[in-house]
Structure formats: C-alpha cells, structure tokens
C-alpha cells in the first residue's frame, strides 16, 4: 500500500471514529435529557406517569429523589445501547432501543421506604447497602423476619423485668403501713417508665373464711431502670399493717415496633440468624 492509500485508510477510520463518537455523544444527551424527567417524575413520587418506562415502580410502595438535573452523568456500559445514570445519590440503568425508545431497569435509591425503618434494617443486616430498589423490596417483604426479632424481644424483655412489693415502714399507733416496690432489671438495655406499667394488687383477710383475697388493683406508671440495675419506687397512700398486703405484677405497654425502636441493640447479624433458623427449620 503506497503513502497516499494509506492516508486515505487512516482518513476514512478517523471519519468512522470521529461519526461514532458524535452518534455516542447525541446518544448520551438524549439519555440525559430522558433522565432528567425522569427524575422530576420520581421526586414528585408520580408512579402512574413512570409504568410505561419502567415497570419495577408498581413494586414500589413510594418514590424520593433529590437531584440536580446539571448533575446528572450519563456513561455507556459495556452492554450495547446501555447506559448508566448517576443522580448523585441514586442510579439507574436506560436501556435504548433502535427505535430510540428507552426503558428503565435496575434502579438504586429511587424508592422510598421510612427513615428509622431503612436505619433499623440496615443496622440488622436486613437490607445491606449494596442491594438494589427491587431486592431491598423483598427483603423488606419478609416480615415475618421484623416479627421474629420483636417477639424475641419481648420476650426477653419480660422474662428478665421482674417488681417485686415490701413494707417500707409500719404506724404501729395508727395501725397503719407503707409500701414500695423494687423494679429490677436483668436486660442488657435499658427499660424506659413508659415501656410498663405495676399492677398493685391489695390482698385483704377474711375473717369469715380465713383466707386472704384480692381486695382490688391500680395500675402505676413504671419507672426508668438502667440496664442490669433496680429502682424502687414509692406506694401511694397507706395500708392496714395488720389485715392487708399487696402483690405486684408487671404490665408490658409497648408494642412489638415500639420495642424494636427503643430497646433494640443490633449486631448487624440478625438477619443472617434469622435466615438459618429459618432454614434448620425446614
């Protein structure tokens, strides 16, 4: 090949080169554009408006975004006709057809979930980082995971909460007694007053049948207790020293979510406990 052929071969690579990087370019703008009404649609959590382009927001309970739209970077991935979208704090993948329509597929941090639910699942190992919007979902689908762990909760909470009911002093004039109860708490976390409440039960003697028997309840506000710790806490009013004495019980007042929100202390290994439990029980 003489000097002149060549020139010409090199021409003709560079015009090629030179028209699909154009192509590419155009390609990146019109994803970009796309990708910025796109966003507008997703931070006004539009759902309906978004189907056509992309099916997996059905899926979603709701949509968050908070984006620049002169911040939006478009790049190719090593897919023909795909490309990445970064928002800065989410992604996504468009993928263009030849007809030039685009479509949406895997998709991070465009759904939205409640903050101290997304805080907790992540401190648990019930969703990880690293997961997309879709996978996130179903992870979030498996309640019976958030039931496990609340009721194992509760139920460590309420076995190692125990109050116990002594007189405090006695009016030998009056005939008459004061009483306290002792709260004592065997968690590795603290027990906040409203988590319970004490059921004070007064025992009376009948003398007709010479037994005791329940004269009536009240119902008194719990009291904070520190982790491995007690508390004690005064009776209201005063008592027959003689003929009465009184029982306490412990009342649970929180709720499995309550619970999980204020006495929970994860590991961040959970979920994974979870799971092999779940499956050395089929």
């Not at 928002?87 to 993928?95: E, K, L, S, W, Y």
């Not at 496990?148 to 009911?165: H, P």
């Not at 029982?247 to 994860?266: D, F, G």
């Amino acid at each position: 090949m003489n000097n002149n052929n060549l020139r010409k071969g090199c021409y003709a690579v560079i015009i090629v080169l030179t028209a699909l990087m154009v192509s590419c370019s155009s390609i990146e703008k019109e994803v970009a554009k796309f990708a910025a009404d796109f966003a507008t649609k997703v931070s006004k959590n539009q759902k309906n408006s978004l189907l056509e382009v992309w099916p997996d927001v059905a899926k979603a309970d709701s949509l968050a975004l908070t984006f620049n739209a002169d911040s939006i970077a478009v790049e190719p991935t090593q897919t023909e006709g795909q490309f990445k979208v970064n928002f800065g704090n989410a992604d996504m993948i468009v993928t263009v057809a030849e007809d030039g329509k685009m479509t949406v597929g895997e998709a991070k941090g465009l759904f939205a979930w409640p903050e101290d639910k997304v805080r907790m699942a992540l401190a648990t190992g019930w969703i990880t980082k690293e997961l997309n919007d879709i996978q996130k979902q179903e992870r979030f689908a498996d309640t019976l995971f958030i039931n496990d762990l609340a009721g194992k909760l509760m139920d460590e909470m309420k076995s190692k909460l125990k109050a116990s009911c002594m007189t405090s002093s006695i009016n030998f004039h009056a005939g008459t007694s004061v009483w306290s109860i002792t709260v004592k708490n065997d968690n590795d976390f603290d027990i906040p007053a409203d988590a319970y409440s004490l059921v004070l039960t007064e025992w009376g003697f009948d003398i007709e049948r010479l037994v005791d028997v329940p004269v009536g309840t009240k119902t008194l506000d719990g009291v904070m207790v520190k982790a491995k710790s007690t508390e004690k806490c005064p009776v209201p009013g005063t008592y027959d020293y003689e003929y009465s004495s009184l029982k306490v019980s412990v009342k649970m007042k929180y709720n499995k979510e309550q619970a999980i929100k204020n006495l929970l202390k994860p590991t961040g290994n959970e979920y994974v406990e979870y799971l092999k439990q779940k499956n050395n029980g089929k």
